[in-house]
T-cell receptor, first 111, second 114 residues
Framework: DVKVTQSSRYLVKRTGEKVFLECVQD?????MFWYRQDPGLGLRLIYF???????EKGDIPEGYSVSREKKERFSLILESASTNQTSMYLC??????????FGQGTRLTVV | GNSVTQMEGPVTLSEEAFLTINCTYT??????LFWYVQYPGEGLQLLLK?????DKGSNKGFEATYRKETTSFHLEKGSVQVSDSAVYFC?????????????FGSGTQLTVLP
């Protein structure tokens, strides 16, 4: 079975902190994604990566950056956390075709 | 660009009722279509998929048929259970090209009452 693992299920951070969300997949997929999910807004793509060190902005990249130094790991970085970044964050990976596989999600609260 | 439109929720049904969640799409090329399910506090799980016109995806009693003529992929289940309570997402991907071409609907919350 494909496994996508996010480093934390729940996280509480203070405003202004630098926050790292980690995601690891074990199926050698080329593509990895970070989404945020908010009530009434569905899934919104923040960033994705289609290869090591390659990244592209999604629909809402402001306030975020990403890092992909190894194929299996894709990190989302909140440079200076703000309360409007309180959300559920979902990581996914997929090969070039077919379905995406999701991690269990990280519920981030910024206080 | 690609888009997916899902029936707005929330949907509340009694146990053993028939379920339909409508999904229509617009896409360039020949997309693959998916239904994902998200249980409370969890990530998304693939429920079923169809990769070409007239294909029927099925899993756990859920079914959806890829209808190219109506650009639809409606989710159905003949008899829902309390354990089916979750959020359901319709999605599409277009083969090859940008990895960005994975588009989700807004999700439909289903609650099944005993």
């Amino acid at each position: 079975d494909v496994k996508v693992t996010q480093s934390s299920r729940y996280l509480v951070k203070r405003t202004g902190e630098k926050v790292f969300l980690e995601c690891v997949q074990d199926m050698d997929h080329e593509n990895m994604f970070w989404y945020r999910q908010d009530p009434g807004l569905g899934l919104r793509l923040i960033y994705f990566s289609y290869d090591v060190k390659m990244k592209e902005k999604g629909d809402i990249p402001e306030g975020y950056s990403v890092s992909r130094e190894k194929k299996e790991r894709f990190s989302l970085i909140l440079e200076s956390a703000s309360t409007n970044q309180t959300s559920m964050y979902l990581c996914a990976s997929r090969p070039d075709r077919w379905e995406a596989f999701f991690g269990q999600g990280t519920r981030l609260t910024v206080v | 660009g690609n888009s997916v439109t899902q029936m707005e929720g929330p949907v509340t049904l009694s146990e053993e009722a028939f379920l339909t969640i409508n999904c229509t799409y617009t896409a360039t090329g020949y997309p693959s279509l998916f239904w994902y399910v998200q249980y409370p506090g969890e990530g998304l799980q693939l429920l079923l998929k169809a990769t070409k016109a007239d294909d029927k995806g099925s899993n756990k009693g859920f079914e959806a048929t890829y209808r190219k003529e109506t650009t639809s992929f409606h989710l159905e289940k003949g008899s829902v259970q309390v354990s089916d309570s979750a959020v359901y997402f319709c999605a599409l991907s277009t083969p090859v090209g940008s990895a960005r071409q994975l588009t989700f609907g807004s999700g439909t919350q289903l609650t099944v009452l005993p």
